[in-house]
Structure formats: structure tokens, C-alpha cells
């Protein structure tokens, strides 16, 4: 090969390259708060390097066969509700950082969204009159705002599972309002069930796959766990011609923090800082320049950055922690 069309396939391939990284979704989960949002609040979302935000506000339910979504009430934090998280978009907006507008249900005592079922026919039917009435309010923040991307639901396993026609009339009531693009925010063992994939933009998944029983997790042994899971998404992205979007991802701070990492278990005490950094930085290092991958949002962001995480904090925020430099670095990355 003579040197000039040499160093021409290498600028190609570099240009490719640095092309891809750009247009990831470099995204954090903005929690919703109490509180009203300041630039002080976004200051450190622009710091990080993120330029996507998912804003979440909540309907709450009493129980798993309970059919009634409560939302926007005054006795919701101010995030929550509608008002809130409308000027929570506006704000990250202001600063250049896209959307995710991303409503999600919290069933009493932080039951598993997944197990919402119903035992009538009169109760999913009141339940999908409420759940519907719930997400075309946001669809409607969504356009209003001029949201990058929408999600129609999160985690809802066998509400889709038992009523997929009602999803798929549900979807065609949301684009008669919404514009922009669309996913379903699936749990990691639920995205191949999900028949209405099609209809959607992205394949979003809330990615806690297992990849390590280590104690402290090398950064060698979580590439080599997402091997296997690699390979499944790719394929499914293909099948389906659609970019996976991790619409949550991230690690606690603990021991084996990636061998059962959607453990929210609150008896667990110990911090181990090194597990996260490792298990984030190996997640980057395996997925971020596949080109099916679309990007992810990190779980999770808490609006006052400076009183977050830190080294006692042994949650899934990375504030204040070796693994917040981590995702900086390749948020950052040209």
C-alpha cells in the first residue's frame, strides 16, 4: 500500500471513529427532588461531559393489583410533578444537554414495577384508562418542550406481558402527540419479550446484566462478562434494526457490585469505590464503539452534586467517587 493511501485509510478510519464516539448518548439520570433546579444544579452535568439528561417524573400506585395512577399532586416532590419536571428540561435544555423525558410508576414501598398485574378484566381496563391518561400528559410536556427522545414506560413486565394490544393502541395515541423519537425503558432480562419493538425508535434496556462474581471486580473479568450479553444485544439490534439505548446503567459502590447489579438491598454496609470504578470504566471499554450501541444513561444523578456520594456512599451514584472522573473521561473523550 503506498503511504499516501495508507495514511488516507487511517484518516478515515480514525474520522469513523471519533464519529461514533460523538454521537453517543453520553447520558446521566437526573433525579427528581424536592427542590427546584438552579444552574448550580446543572453546573456539574456540563462539567461531566454529559450531553443527554433523563428527567423522570412520577405516578405512584398503591399496590402490584392496585389499577389506579396517582400523579401530579401537590403532595408529589416538586420534581415529580409535571411543573417540575418541566422546568427541570428547561434548564438542562438551556445548557445544550438533550432529553430523555422518562415517566415511571412507583408501586408503595418500592414494590418491583415489573409484578404490576391485575386479577379483573375491570381493573387493567381501569388501569390502562389511568396509565394512559398518566403517559399523554407527559407525551404532551414531551412535544411541548421539543424532547429529544420519549419513554412510554419503564420496567413494566407484566403489564406488557398480559396487554400487549393495549401497548400498541397506546403507542399510535402518543405519536398522534409526540414527534420526536420513542423506546420502552425494559428491564436487562425483559427486552426479548417486548413485542412492540417495531414501533419504537430505540430498544431501550435497563442494563443490569451480571458480569463478575469477583469481590472486587478487574476491569479484564467484567469485559470478559459482557462477551455473552454483547453478542445477544447485537444480534437482537440487527434483527430488529434498531440502536440498544441503555435507559439505566450503572453500579453500587460495594462488593461484587457486579455480580447481582440491580441489588438495591439496603443491609449491605460495606463501600468498595474501587468494584464501581472498575465495572464502570470496563462497561466503557466494552461497548461504547460498537456501533449498534446507542449510549446510556447512568443511575443515578442527584440534583445537589456538591452533598452526593461521596467516599462513605456506597449507592449507584458515581458523585463525588473515582468513578464520576471515570465517566468524565469518556464523556469527554474526541
Known amino acids: 500500500m503506498c503511504p499516501h493511501l495508507r495514511f488516507l485509510v487511517l484518516f478515515v478510519f480514525v474520522v469513523k471513529a471519533s464519529f461514533v464516539n460523538a454521537q453517543k448518548i453520553n447520558g446521566i439520570s437526573f433525579v427528581a427532588s ?44 416538586y420534581g ?4 417540575g419536571a418541566k422546568s427541570y428540561i428547561e434548564l438542562l435544555q438551556a445548557n445544550d444537554i438533550k432529553i430523555l423525558l422518562k415517566p415511571q410508576l412507583w408501586i408503595w414501598r418500592g414494590e418491583y414495577t415489573g409484578y404490576l398485574t391485575m386479577e379483573t378484566e375491570e381493573n387493567w381496563k381501569i388501569l390502562e384508562a389511568s396509565y394512559t391518561a398518566f403517559i399523554l400528559e407527559y407525551a404532551k410536556l414531551a412535544q411541548e418542550t421539543n424532547t429529544d427522545i420519549f419513554s ?29 423519537k420513542l423506546t420502552y425503558a425494559s428491564n436487562w432480562d425483559e427486552y426479548k419479550r417486548v413485542p412492540f419493538w417495531d414501533q419504537l425508535d430505540y430498544v431501550g434496556v435497563d442494563a443490569y446484566f451480571p458480569l463478575s462474581e469477583m469481590q472486587t471486580p478487574t476491569i479484564e473479568s467484567v469485559i470478559d462478562g459482557w462477551r ?49 470504578a472498575n465495572t464502570t470504566k470496563a462497561t466503557f471499554e466494552a461497548l461504547w464503539n460498537e456501533d449498534w450501541f446507542a449510549g446510556g444513561f447512568i443511575w443515578k444523578w442527584f440534583i445537589n452534586h456538591s452533598e452526593s456520594g461521596g467516599s462513605d456512599n456506597n449507592r449507584f451514584t458515581p458523585q463525588n467517587k473515582p468513578a464520576e472522573a471515570i465517566i468524565k473521561t469518556y464523556y469527554t473523550k474526541k
Do not use: C
Not at 399496590?63 to 389506579?68: A, K, N
Not at 415529580?80 to 411543573?83: A, F, I, P, S
Not at 419503564?154 to 414527534?179: C, D, H, M
Not at 434494526?241 to 453500579?251: D, P, S
Open 228 to 276: 455473552w450479553w454483547k453478542g445477544e444485544l447485537a444480534t437482537f439490534s440487527k434483527t430488529h434494526n434498531k440502536k440498544i439505548l441503555f435507559t439505566e446503567w450503572g453500579y453500587r459502590s460495594v462488593d461484587f457490585s457486579a455480580k447481582e447489579p440491580w441489588t438495591t438491598d439496603r443491609t449491605i454496609t460495606n463501600v468498595n469505590l474501587e468494584a464501581q
Open 80 to 83: 415529580e410533578r409535571l411543573e
Open 34 to 77: 424536592r427542590d427546584k433546579v438552579t444552574q448550580e444544579n446543572v453546573s456539574p452535568v456540563v462539567q461531566l461531559g454529559a450531553n443527554y439528561a433523563a428527567v423522570m417524573p412520577f405516578g405512584f400506585i398503591r399496590s402490584v393489583d392496585s389499577p389506579t395512577v396517582v400523579y401530579n399532586t401537590d403532595r408529589q416532590w
Open 152 to 180: 412510554i414506560g419503564t420496567e413494566l413486565e407484566q403489564f406488557v406481558v398480559n396487554r400487549p394490544g393495549y401497548w400498541k393502541s397506546l403507542i399510535k395515541k402518543i405519536k398522534t402527540i409526540y414527534k420526536g
